[in-house]
């Protein structure tokens, strides 16, 4: 072979092998960019994995289980009940808020024992033997003041010659000064009138009995009925009957009973969420209703807690349509933060 197609040979080995080191080079590059690809790649996965579960979490430990206690007052009843309703429908779905009605008095004596219920409604401000008991059973309470109420005077839809009383026709009727309807005036029936009200378990009856009558006992006559409803339906099919509850009861039973105008000095005034207030022209017979907090039980329990905060952050939302005038914003606000501060 001639000395000139030995060096062709030779040069063409050369570029060949620059080639194919070229190509490999290129390729391992390509891997390694790949590889660095693929890396990135997991590590935002397993980020966005990471987040996914921390998200998840948060959203499981704001899910809480287990049930809310609740007994007392009649008269608060509609209100709590309405914002246990909403609650379990559209805050925790998994916690159960039991709701009763067995009176104010008679829900204290549930709630002031060892392992009560968690809150007691009522219609009337704790007794200092109630707070001495919880003191003695070293039970912390917080008093929440969800509502403001009227006492309302309601008498049968027929009855079309007391649609208006003063506040002392009222008195003498229900202290039995006056038995017949006549004697308040000639030309009104000579019928007797009949009485009907809560009983004693009611804070409604502690509040008319102590507020209203000044301490002094009512006719003995007087029909007092632990259930609401049945003072309703008991005033609806009797003409010549006069009875109270709170507006509540009335706002929702319009059509079987009549509210009475009352007159306090300035003409009558018909109980209505315009009226009712501690300012307004109803005030002496407005009534501040509350819930009572058993707050160890809300330390110890966080749905309890939950609910509280709720019941402050809601109640005026939904006191109107349950009969109630809602209190005032700063008063709202101070309870909330009251609330919040339980650890």
Known sequence: ??????????????????????????????????????????????????????????????????????????????????????????????????????????????????????????????????????????????????????????????????????????????????????????SWPDEEIQTYGPNENHGTYEFFYEEILGEQDLVDTIDLQQEYSTLVTLVSEDKNAIGYFGFGYYDNNQDQVKAVGIDFGDGAVVPSLETIGEEGPYADYTRPVFTYLNVDHAKEKPEVHDYAEYVV??????????GFAPIPDEEQQALLEEVQAIQ
């Open 313 to 322: 952050e809601s109640m005026n939302d939904f006191a109107g349509e349950t």
């Open 1 to 186: 072979m001639s000395k000139f197609k030995i060096m062709l040979l030779a040069l063409i080995a050369v570029l060949t092998i620059g080639l194919l080191a070229a190509c490999g080079s290129d390729s391992e590059e390509e891997t390694d960019n790949g590889e660095e690809a693929n890396a990135s790649e997991t590590e935002d996965g397993a980020e966005e994995t990471e987040e996914t579960s921390n998200e998840e979490e948060t959203e499981a430990s704001d899910e809480l289980e287990g049930t809310v206690a609740i007994d007392g007052s009649g008269t608060v009843y509609p209100l709590m009940s309405r914002l246990a309703e909403e609650y379990m429908l559209n805050e925790q779905p998994n916690v159960s808020v039991e709701v009763g009605r067995a009176g104010s008095s008679a829900g204290f004596e549930k709630f002031l024992v060892e392992d009560g219920t968690d809150f007691n409604d009522a219609s009337r401000p704790i007794k200092d033997e109630e707070q001495a008991k919880a003191d003695e059973l070293g039970m912390e309470v917080m008093e929440i003041k969800v509502a403001l109420d009227g006492l309302t005077i309601v008498i049968n839809p027929e009855n079309d010659w007391a649609e208006e009383l003063t506040a002392e026709q009222i008195e003498d009727i229900f202290l039995g000064n006056v038995t017949k309807w006549s004697e308040i005036d000639s």
